[in-house]
């Protein structure tokens, strides 16, 4: 397949942020018909004005390297494999921060939410999960979603189905990532998920949970959390961008209590 000018990375990520030119080349700096005419390939922008355009449209770190690479200039950010030594500080903070949060479970996820780093906690909720559904990797999307996962313990699925799958679908938006579009359309399959419209949502009554709660039966008893997701403020680099720590919190005490035994 040949690959895509800048001007067509331009205007797609334009086309995905609902802009229009003319209101883009003014928050740019730039007039609308330069913008047009780079987006046509009648102009060849400068790196100053390809990353003033990402930087608008909030393209990811990533894309913006492509995008660069489409005009004929060299890449602005890095990208680090796991065990750089350059990453060694941020990602021991990460451990640390996984490692204090136990007994509560806490992974560190990709940009397609592939857990990387998980404390003993959260390994204990997918011990004994069959091999197809946490390799080659394990995928949050997949293990929660999958009928042979997590799905027939989890005592609302309709609601943190629902929450997962706008999830998946923000991000597709936000990163226009091939493979992470695709695993939602995996996902979208299953009958757990295609059944969604049929199952019957739990009756909360006059007083709703401030947030979605994860309720997932197990041995020990119903566990119930809910959780936060924390990324690193003004990242450089491509694979630190791509990194988010999901932290689950007990949201009553009965979850506190078996956690902590």
């Known amino acids: 397949m040949a690959r895509a000018t800048v001007g067509e990375l331009m205007r797609e990520w334009r086309t995905r942020r609902r802009r229009s030119q003319m209101d883009l080349s003014h928050d740019v700096g730039v007039s609308t018909r330069h913008l047009s005419f780079v987006e046509t390939g009648r102009s060849r922008p400068s790196p100053e004005l ?53 007994p509560y479970p806490g992974v560190v996820i990709d940009r397609r939410w592939d857990v990387l780093l998980a404390n003993a906690a959260a390994a204990r909720l997918v011990d004994g999960l069959p091999d197809h559904v946490v390799r080659p990797r394990l995928n949050v999307f997949r293990v929660c979603l999958h009928p042979d ?21 923000r991000t597709v938006e936000l990163t226009g990532d091939a493979e992470l579009a695709a695993l939602e ?35 020990a008893g119903e566990l119930s959390f809910f959780t936060t997701l924390t990324t690193f403020g003004t990242p450089r680099d491509v694979t630190l961008e791509e990194l988010c720590v999901e932290l ?12 902590r035994a």
């Open 50 to 102: 390809v990353l003033a355009v990402a930087e608008h449209l909030d393209v990811p770190l990533r894309e913006r390297n492509r995008m660069l690479l489409a005009a004929g200039y060299a890449p602005r950010f890095g990208e680090r494999a796991l065990d750089d030594p350059g990453l060694e500080r941020a990602l021991g903070s990460l451990r640390r921060m996984l490692d204090a949060h136990d």
């Open 149 to 169: 996962g997590l799905a027939p313990a989890t005592l609302d699925f309709a609601d943190w189905a629902t929450y997962l799958l706008r999830q998946i679908r």
């Open 185 to 219: 359309q995996e996902v979208l399959a299953y009958p757990t998920v295609a059944g969604l419209d049929r199952v019957e949502r739990t009756d909360e009554g006059d007083d709703p949970p401030l947030l979605v709660p994860f309720r997932l039966a197990t041995p």
């Open 248 to 259: 689950f919190f007990p949201s009553d005490d009965a979850t506190e209590a078996r956690l």
